[in-house]
């Protein structure tokens, strides 16, 4: 990031204004205190911020004693907005922010950063929380490898297949969820990942933080009699070794399996061979039959 350039303005005349360009600011995901100084100077000293919610962001402002001016830019505008945002970067520096955490991680962004690359514009980020880094930091899983999820489709049946995807994956999977879907989340993902080791951190940063472990199965009993409040992240073990057979292993037995008998017993027998959760040998023997 370049230094600031020195200038007094009408508002803020302590304040150095930012060269021109897209400056992504990761605000906190709950403890006002994890706000970096230099993502507060950022915010302060930018012409312009893109706020996911301007009254949320607003709050943030009042903390750190700042009035720049703020623009909404979420889901629903982003499209209408993003030209006119792009061309104001050329000239000057603009802030995006989100309501929590760091923008484009399971919240808007990613075109404009996209569209501000392509038109040549200077981006930056102030890199902070996020919910998901800070979730797989807690719970005790292995963290040299993960995939992050986000959030998993509502709909049982998507949720299935979504699951089932990743069920081979030799990675820690972290997944955003609310609270009230979260035992019938953890139960989904018992049933399509098997019954692996697991964490759910919740309110991370907050008065109510916590993170419990156990196996998917125990925590969606757990939340299924007590649902828990406030925010939530869950995280998955990566399949036991034995549980992972590579993808080209799995093929090929399929292959085999389905040259003498029909799909779903093909599943069934390879998922019982291989030790792998039924559901997720189907969807991949239905995607080597009808491959389009
Ligand atoms: N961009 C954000 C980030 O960097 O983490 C995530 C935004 S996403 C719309 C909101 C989801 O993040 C919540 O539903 C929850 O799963 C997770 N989350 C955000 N803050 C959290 C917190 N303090 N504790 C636990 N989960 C949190």
Not at 7 to 15: D, F, G, M, Q, R
Not at 22 to 35: E, F, Q, R, S
Not at 143 to 148: H, P, V
Not at 224 to 239: H, N, S, Y
Request: proline content about 8%.
């Amino acid at each position: 990031m370049p230094t600031p350039i020195a200038a007094s303005t009408t508002e803020s005349p302590a304040v150095a204004l930012q060269p021109p360009g897209l400056y992504i600011v990761a605000t906190p995901i709950g403890n006002l205190g994890d706000l970096s100084p230099r993502a507060a100077a950022t915010l302060a000293s930018v012409a312009l911020i893109a706020a996911e919610d301007t009254r949320v962001t607003s709050r943030l402002l009042h903390h750190i004693g700042a009035r720049t001016p703020m623009i909404a830019y979420h889901d629903h505008n982003a499209d209408a907005v993003r030209p006119g945002l792009v061309a104001r970067m050329t000239r000057e520096a603009i802030a995006l922010v989100s309501d929590a955490g760091t923008p484009l991680i399971s919240d808007p962004g990613y075109k404009l950063v996209r569209d501000a690359r392509a038109a040549g514009v200077e981006v930056f980020t102030i890199p902070g929380p996020c919910a998901a880094v800070a979730a797989l930091t807690l719970s005790g899983l292995p963290s040299d490898r993960f995939l992050f999820a986000g959030f998993l489709p509502v709909k049982a049946g998507a949720k299935a297949s979504a699951i089932a995807e990743l069920a081979g994956l030799r990675a820690s999977l972290v997944f955003y969820e609310s609270a009230g879907r979260t035992a019938a989340t953890l139960s989904a993902l018992a049933e399509g990942l098997g019954d692996r080791p697991a964490a759910v951190a919740r309110e991370i940063t907050k008065k109510f933080e916590e993170t419990v472990d156990g196996t998917l199965a125990s925590l969606a009993e757990r939340y299924a009699e007590t649902p828990p409040r406030g925010e939530v992240v869950i995280v998955v073990a990566p399949p036991a070794a034995a549980e992972a057979p590579d993808a080209d292993t799995l093929d090929e037995a399929l292959a085999a399996a389905l040259l003498h008998m029909s799909l779903s017993a093909a599943a069934s027998e390879v998922a019982a061979a291989l030790k792998l959760p039924r559901k997720a040998v189907y969807a991949r023997a239905l995607e080597l039959r009808d491959p389009d």
